[in-house]
C-alpha cells in the first residue's frame, strides 16, 4: 500500500503506528529542514504525543519522505540500498522519489 501524504491525511492512528516503529524518537521521521519545523522554534519537544500526532495531522509536510516500512523495518528518507532491501523484487523498479507513505 502507498499513501501520498499531501493528497490523502494520515489518520491519527497511523502517525501513532509510525512514532512507535522510530528507534531513536520521532526525530526519525520528524524533517528538522522542513518550513513548518522551523516556525515551531524548538516548541516540538515540549509536545505531549497527542499534540505532536494532531499537529502531525494537520501538517503532514514536517515527515520525512519517502517512509517506507516492511513487517520488521523502517526505511527514512532516500536511501537506494535501504529502500531496495525492503521492496520485493516485483515491486522494484518504482519511482522511490515521489512522497509515499506505505
Same mark, same amino acid.
Given at each position: ?6 493528497s =490523502?491525511? +494520515? %489518520?491519527?492512528?497511523e502517525i ?9 524518537g520521532?526525530?526519525?521521521?520528524? *524533517? ?14 515540549d509536545?505531549?504525543? =497527542?499534540? +505532536? %500526532? ?12 519517502p ?5 520488521? *523495518? ?24 515521489n512522497p509515499y507513505?506505505?
Amino acid at each position: 500500500m502507498e499513501k501520498n501524504v499531501f493528497s =490523502s491525511d +494520515l %489518520t491519527e492512528q497511523e502517525i501513532k503506528y509510525l512514532m512507535a516503529r522510530c528507534e531513536n524518537g520521532t526525530e526519525d521521521i520528524i *524533517s528538522t529542514r522542513s518550513k513548518t519545523y522551523a516556525l515551531l522554534n524548538g516548541r516540538i519537544d515540549d509536545m505531549t504525543i =497527542s499534540e +505532536l %500526532t494532531s499537529f502531525i495531522h494537520e501538517n503532514p509536510s514536517i515527515l520525512k519522505r519517502p517512509i517506507l516500512l516492511s513487517e520488521r *523495518s523502517m526505511a527514512v528518507g532516500y536511501d537506494h540500498d535501504e529502500i531496495t532491501a525492503l521492496i520485493p523484487r516485483r515491486g522494484r523498479g518504482r519511482d522511490l522519489a515521489n512522497p509515499y507513505v506505505y
